[in-house]
């Protein structure tokens, strides 16, 4: 067993042959944190006194929900057979929104721990990053967790990490980050088992950003991984995709506390200041390099985060607007993937279309937008983009069903995904049966252990964005995982279906869907909103329509009385309240046309009955 | 039940303890009639709906009790005589009077008489002044009718409520049903009007029991009829009943066919609606106290839980009867706190007042919003187009049981 390293290697005169990077690759909830929080306490960063739990995880949201969305990365000393090495943790969002992410933070580090809850076996989406991980040539290291958890199965498990990953299930490392039972083990094969990071000490400086962040003190921090030469503080350095130049005012290494150090050499990790304010001027995946003696050639890999899901976010109270329109613009600045524009609706207001990654990222922006920003907010039903091609050959890209044009459509294609479930086998029917109902194609099928197999289908993403993983999740008695990327895009037969109230289009409500489903949205939203909107004066046809074709009807019978029969002795003044009360009710509903409709009814008509079940929850 | 009162008091400002009143209610008094309700908070039983300010008499004792109430409430009329004085008010003779509760007929008819007297003794009578008393069917006989009639009172109103047995067993009410032509009688002998109240959508109640209530009520031949939905407040044991699903909900589609239903069965008895939940015979014989109400006039509440209001100043006095007694044995203001209507308020409350009168509303004193909304309203058949082009607004039968949405379709944004 390793003592904890009596000195530690100083940053920027750290000898590339004692540095160590890894990252963790696990699923949400298989102990991640826990297992970080046990090493940070283990290699003697942070003292017991100071350990909060999940060190790593820095906003309340994911601390609560147990993700983590910002990675970071914490330097460790560890000493083995008397050298002290630098270790070097990068923590990696875990979820599948996040995958450009996490693809970075992987290509920062020459080795991954595959972290695997010993009483639940892998999960699609740490299959996906575990691809990822090998596909960038990292050394992988098998660890069981939660191993003192009565159900576990580390027998079962650990054959099939081997199976997966090939070498034999003896040398799969079991652990309990809770008791911390091998930790230190696993400590001393990351140094033993990684290779050393390997770089050109003379060439010009090249590092790449993994992460990001927005400091309200600081500024933007960005984290970085030295490939090449070296980085000094005070000097001028350069963005290469965009050439942008900003003076580095501090250089540092995390912990886990920021301490600013004299540089950082190959191979090192550590964190660069330079004041400015939007994320955006420091992206995921660029080459920071010297301005004065820059690179010739950018590392590879970078991208532009690509959103994927569209939703309208809309103050529930008008006047919050300016609000909301300030609180994007500084979530904006720490989230490069967040992008929005204005836009109108006749029936909400004045909003915001955002575009998201996924819909992880839009429940958590929707989130961060109502707690830190005291706002309540209607979103509508997410969206994916659509690009239609007109009969004059015109192209037009929707992000908003209101938008699709009215004109002769010639085709309409629709943006793909390549899914991939996890489940054991028993519930193999009932996902054929939930992709097939979702116009998913199957790609193949694999058994990862005796009794788990993993599922490939094409889907559109439009199918998955809204509640496909909460009825997988219900189908497969929680058992299933998920994941999904991008895999371009096909024709496919879409229609957008209106919703009328009295005759009048609710924009809000439109949709678009396959055709063979049109009927049944207008089913779903047309009984909804008859059980959501109260009655009316008058009788309120409600209406789904594919242009001018109806396809489902509905009534709200006429309201026949509302008149308090008796006013109480003289109190005069309490009936005045009641209509003083029901008259300002009445300023908060949305006119549709003749239709009083409440706030609530569209908030109620655009959430899904499991997201109902959440909030209750 | 014309007129009961809440158990619940609204928010106001504080009362100032000697009762005096702002010089605004000197504004046009000349215009205003005064009227005087007296409220008596005691019943036999607790009915399972009631919310009304109201107590069983062994839920009393002391100065609250109902042997020292009649006096209590004589110190009240001599203590607002006093304010309405001290405040500048002309002396006005007195209306309308109104006996209210609870049950005002289970204190003796003497002390109902002691009470009137010394209102009459302190303001006197207008010539033809209407004086009305509520009674439960249970609690007068022939003797104490004709002392209200021989004491000066001219109406009485029964709470009839329902013809049929197991309506009346939800509502708690004791009376048998059989009691009241008789009642009706004795009324009539003395010499007094006759109304009737009822009430209907009572948990249970079918169409054809509702239409028994009536048809028995008309047959006693009323001068006047009131009916009422029956309203669940929270806190009674009928909404408790209601929650736990010993009675059937409240169902206002329900309530609607059953006001057409009276409507149409009242009118063709001859009576006519002059408010949306009261009929009269003839025009003399609506209950002008009701209508003082509607109309805006000035009343001065005596007892416990009582509303009034002067000028556009309203308040109420303190709910429980102890506390009352106390206040007055002190020689202060029982009031529990009032308001002091603004323009705009006063203009708020006579358009949902008005509204609900045979009568009508004057559209010209609408502004620009009420008479916009007016053409709306034809079209919606929710007024009476005849009438809206003579210039007022007189609801219709629909336009009655949506009488609230109509008042919040013209009132000022």
Not at chain 2, 188 to 212: F, K, N, Q
Not at chain 2, 252 to 268: C, N, P, R, V
């Amino acid at each position: 067993m390793s003592p904890m390293a009596r000195t530690a290697p100083v940053p920027a005169a750290t000898d590339p042959a004692i540095i160590r990077n890894f990252c963790i690759i696990a699923h949400i909830d298989h102990g991640k944190s826990t297992l970080a929080d046990r090493m940070l306490q283990f290699t003697g960063v942070v003292k017991p006194r100071d350990m909060k739990a999940q060190y790593l995880d820095r906003m309340d949201i994911e601390r609560e929900r147990g993700i983590t969305i910002k990675s970071q990365a914490v330097r460790m000393p560890w000493e083995l057979d008397g050298t002290s090495y630098a270790l070097n943790m990068i923590d990696t969002p875990g979820h599948v929104d996040f995958t450009y992410e996490v693809s970075r933070s992987l290509a920062a580090c020459e080795g991954a721990i595959l972290l695997v809850d010993a009483a639940q076996g892998i999960e699609a989406q740490t299959l996906a990053n575990l691809y990822l991980a090998m596909e960038n040539n990292l050394t992988i290291i098998p660890v069981l967790n939660k191993i003192d958890l009565p159900a576990a199965q580390p027998e079962k498990y650990a054959a099939e990490l081997a199976n997966l990953i090939g070498g034999d299930p003896e040398d799969v490392l079991r652990v309990s980050g809770k008791t911390g039972v091998g930790v230190e083990e696993l400590l001393d094969k990351i140094v033993r088992d990684l290779p050393a990071p390997v770089g050109d000490a003379n060439a010009p400086a090249r590092a790449m950003i993994f992460d990001s962040v927005y400091d309200t003190y600081r500024g933007v921090v960005t984290y970085v991984r030295v490939v090449d030469g070296m980085l000094h503080p005070r000097e001028r350095i350069q963005m290469m995709s965009t050439k942008a130049t900003h003076e580095l005012l501090e250089i540092g290494v995390s912990s886990p506390e920021p301490t600013p150090s004299k540089g950082l050499g190959v191979g090192e990790v550590g964190y660069l200041i330079t004041g400015v304010k939007d994320v955006r001027q420091s992206k995921v995946g660029d080459t920071v390099t010297n301005q004065a003696k820059p690179a010739a050639k950018s590392l590879s890999g970078y991208a532009d985060a690509k959103p994927m899901v569209f939703s309208g976010l809309y103050p529930l109270d008008g006047t919050d607007y300016p609000v909301l329109r300030d609180a994007l613009e500084k979530l904006m600045l720490n989230d490069a993937a967040l992008i929005y524009e204005p836009e109108t609706s006749a029936a909400l207001g004045f909003g915001f279309r955002v575009g998201f990654l996924g819909l992880l990222h839009l429940e958590i922006t929707r989130e961060r937008l109502e707690r830190e920003y005291n706002l309540d907010l209607i979103s509508t039903a997410p969206n994916v983009e659509y690009e239609v091609t007109l009969e004059d050959k015109k192209v037009v890209h929707v992000t908003n069903p209101s938008e699709y044009p009215v004109g002769k459509v010639a085709e309409v294609r629709e943006p793909m995904v390549s899914a991939t479930i996890l489940a054991p086998n028993e519930f193999v029917g009932a996902i054929m049966e939930l992709c097939q109902s979702r116009r998913g194609v199957m790609g193949g099928m694999d058994y990862l252990s005796e009794d788990r197999v993993e599922i490939r289908y094409r889907l559109p993403l439009a199918e998955i964005v809204f509640d496909f993983f909460d009825i997988l999740k219900s189908k497969t008695r929680g058992y299933g995982s998920l994941d999904w990327k991008a895999d371009g895009e096909q024709v496919a037969d879409l229609v957008k279906v209106d919703i009328m109230l009295q005759g009048e289009q609710v924009d809000a409500f439109s949709a678009i869907t396959h055709r063979e489903k049109a009927y049944a949205y207008g089913v779903m939203m047309t009984t909804k909103l008859r059980e959501l909107i109260p009655r009316q004066q008058f009788e309120v046809p409600i209406q789904a329509a594919i242009g001018s074709r109806i396809i489902a009807r509905e009534s709200i019978r006429a309201i026949r009385k509302d008149v308090l029969a008796k006013c109480y002795g003289g109190d005069i003044t309490r009936k005045r309240k009641l209509l003083e009360k029901q008259k300002e009710g009445k300023k908060r509903m949305k006119m549709v046309g003749r239709v009083e409709v409440p706030q609530e009814a569209f908030i109620a008509a655009l959430t899904t009955d499991e997201s109902k079940d959440k909030a209750k929850k | 039940m014309e007129d009961t009162l809440p158990s619940v008091l609204p928010l106001g400002d504080p009362a100032p303890v000697d009762g005096l009143l702002p010089p605004q209610v000197l504004d046009g008094v000349g215009s205003r009639k005064f009227g005087l309700y007296v409220h008596i908070p005691f019943c036999a039983v607790r009915c399972g709906y009631c919310d009304f300010n109201t107590y069983t008499a062994t839920e009393l004792g002391g100065g609250a009790s109902q042997a020292a109430y009649a006096s209590t409430a004589v110190s009240e009329v001599e203590f607002a005589s006093r304010a309405l004085n001290a405040s500048g008010l002309p002396h006005r003779p007195l209306s309308t009077v109104f006996f209210g509760g609870g049950t005002p007929t289970l204190l003796p008819a003497e002390d109902l008489a002691r009470i009137l007297g010394a209102a009459v003794g302190q303001w006197g009578l207008e010539p033809g002044a209407e004086v009305t008393t509520e009674a439960n069917p249970d609690s007068v006989t022939r003797e104490s009718l004709q002392l209200l009639a021989d004491a000066g009172f001219t109406r009485v109103s029964f709470g009839m409520q329902s013809a049929v047995p197991h309506v009346l067993k939800v509502l708690d009410r004791t009376h048998t049903p059989s009691r009241v032509p008789l009642v009706v009688q004795w009324a009539r002998d003395a010499g007094l009007a006759v109304s009737l109240d009822l009430i209907y959508g009572t948990p249970g109640e079918s169409m054809a029991d509702w239409r028994t209530s009536l048809e028995t009520a008309l047959s006693y031949e009323p001068d006047h009829i009131s009916a009422y939905a029956l309203i669940v407040e929270d806190g009674t044991k009928l909404a408790a009943q209601i929650r736990r699903g010993e009675v059937p909900q409240i169902d206002d589609d329900d309530h609607a066919a059953k006001y057409e239903l009276a409507d149409q069965l009242i009118s063709e008895a001859g009576l006519d609606w002059y408010e949306v939940s009261n009929w009269s015979r003839s025009p003399e014989q609506a209950c002008r106290h009701n209508l003082a109400y509607w109309r805006g006039d000035d009343w001065w509440g005596i007892g416990p839980g009582a509303h009034s209001h002067v000028g556009g100043v309203r308040w109420w006095n303190v709910k429980h009867p102890a506390a009352y007694a106390n206040r007055l044995g002190e020689g202060v203001s029982p009031a529990a706190g009032r308001e002091t209507l603004d323009a705009g308020t006063r203009e708020v409350e006579r358009i949902m007042l008005e509204a609900r009168l045979g009568s009508g509303l004057e559209v010209d004193a609408l502004d620009k919003v009420g008479r916009h909304a007016v053409a709306g309203l034809i079209a919606d058949a929710l007024v009476e187009p005849a009438a809206a082009f003579q210039g007022r607004l007189v609801l219709t039968l629909k336009g009655r049981l949506l009488a609230d949405a109509v008042v919040r379709r013209i009132l000022p944004d």
